[in-house]
């Protein structure tokens, strides 16, 4: 299975006032496309900065940080903004929709992109919102909506390109227990029947279990907890 | 068009805010329309006046004496000279405020240029006590071809000791941008003859045409020394210095006007800067998302011009719209005669609006967008 995401040697410091700070000591990590990962670590171990830097929001301070076969370090912030609405999906903890848009509005956002005709673009909204189960309350707005039905709405935003990488940064972190396994069932369902690779950052165990292979962050290095094979 | 959605749905987030801020807009456009149009009609009116054409008035006091016409007209240089007095009262009621031009028959000859066809003028000197209407005081007074109009001056009285004058409507005539709320033009012969004898003979002013322009302050000059020793001193001012706003009257009123529309854009600048700094402020996460999701820092920056841009044009179209309408109607309300100017509404108001709009809603997205192209994404999306 050839790696969706590759980072070898990647270094990431901040700077925080006059301090510089390393969160990422030359950390490799391939994940081959097709993998469910979920990423474990305690608050400050680096978990969003490797998300940032696949998602091509942020640029290591060195290493390389290929996704899809893209050398991300060599883009430009134009070229990345272009790569991103084609290859990757995110999800936030917190859905980051668009209050005055409706659900089906939401998911639209990222084929206003495209050259799609408006048909065209309706068409692939009612599709992605289909597979989350939400075409009913396409005319909604996310403040009509619960938790659960909002990140839903983020998720269908997230795969109505169809892009091949899937981001979520605790998706299921503002949810309760059962809204969550319905989420994560979604993203079992999305990795298995839609081929999406998808790395999941989350502070909850359980979230991790739904994923087919756990690693965990500890002082800026990878640790393998369990794979589970497809 | 497919971003219009997305634009309409951040402006109309705050309805109250987006309402408001589109009345304000609309207010100081319509001030600066009004304030612009003031200048377009002191710029049509200064470029009407003709600076071979003077008025000639007696120094002190208001009469002068119709015999000074032929003697005028006599002196080296002088074309013509046209005489013209004002019979200013009330039609019925004396908040129906109107006048009547009283003129002579030269008045035509030194006023080529009047809307008013020979045989119009004709009607008035076949008729004494015929009157040309122009169009707005026709409607105003609602009068036609025909009608009888009476005007009571409490100042002109008559010879059989009232002051009703009775004029009838010869011929309903075009409107002229130097009588801002229209006019009426009767038989100076009328006036002269009805009136009581010790006024008799005597007239408001002349307008005198010289045969050369450049001769114009020459003559003035000799008119001016002609009489100066005289029963009836003169003075004489050229048309062009007259009817010139930014002169004679101790200030720039053109400027001041100017000055007044640019304070209405700068308040309009600051509120749609304010508030939509404010805007992007609240939405910060949300524009981050957006470049997440992959839209460029042009597209989110156009997004955020569109926003600033919608209030501001609309605003500016409602506004020069009132301001348009106003100009209509104004003329309806104010009393004639009293040299009060109408907004003209060129297509250069328009313009001139279109742009500032243009260039406000540019102003007013310039922080928010440079604040927007340093977005750091991460940063932003953590909420830090």
Known sequence: MSAAISLRNVVKHYRRGKESVEVLHGLSLEIPAGQFVSLMGPSGSGKTTILNLVGGLDHANSGEVIVGGEHLESLSGGQLTKWRGGHVGFIFQF?????????????ELPLLLTNLSKAERQRRVDIALEI?????????????????????????????ADPPLLLCDEPTGDLDRATADEILSLLQQLNRQHKKTILMVTHDPKAADHASRQLEMDKGQLIERATVSA | MKYFPLVWASIMRKPTRAILTLLSVMLAFTLFGLTIGMNATFAKVKEDARDDRMFVFARFGSAVPIALERQIE???????????????????????????????????????????????WQLIHNDRQGVLVSQMQAERWHLKVGDTVVIVSPAVKKLDGSNSWTFKVAAVTPDMAIFGQGYMFGNYDYMDKARVLSDQGKTGQFRVKVREASKTPEITEQIINRYANSSTPLDSITEKVAFDVSTGTGMDIASVDRDVALAGMFMVLFLTAN???????????????????????????ALVFAEAALPCVLGAGLGIGLAAVISNVMPHFLPPGQGLPIPTMT?????????????VAFMSAGLPALRLKQMDIATALSGR
């Not at chain 1, 859905?95 to 998911?107: C, F, H």
């Not at chain 1, 909506?145 to 983020?154: A, C, D, L, P």
């Not at chain 2, 508030?275 to 920056?301: M, P």
């Not at chain 2, 297509?347 to 260039?359: G, T």
Request: aromatic residues 8%; proline residues 6%; positive net charge.
């Open chain 2, 74 to 120: 006599s002196m080296p240089g002088v074309e013509r000279v046209a005489s013209s007095s004002v019979i200013g009262g009330y039609i019925q009621d004396p908040k129906n405020r109107t006048f009547v031009v009283m003129m002579d028959e030269n008045i035509p000859k030194v006023f080529p240029e009047y809307p008013i066809t020979p045989q119009q």
């Open chain 1, 95 to 107: 859905y980051n929709l668009m209050p005055m848009l409706s659900a089906a509005g939401n998911v």
């Open chain 2, 275 to 301: 508030g939509l700094a404010q805007a992007v402020r609240e939405r910060f996460a949300e524009f981050a998302t957006l470049k997440t999701i992959g839209f460029s820092d042009n597209g989110v920056i």
């Open chain 2, 347 to 359: 297509v250069m108001v328009f313009v001139w609006a279109f742009l500032s709009a243009a260039l």
């Open chain 1, 132 to 160: 989350v189960n939400l075409k009913d309350r396409a005319s909604h707005k996310p403040g009509e909506m619960s938790g659960g039905q909002q990140q839903r709405v983020g998720i269908a935003r997230a795969i109505v």
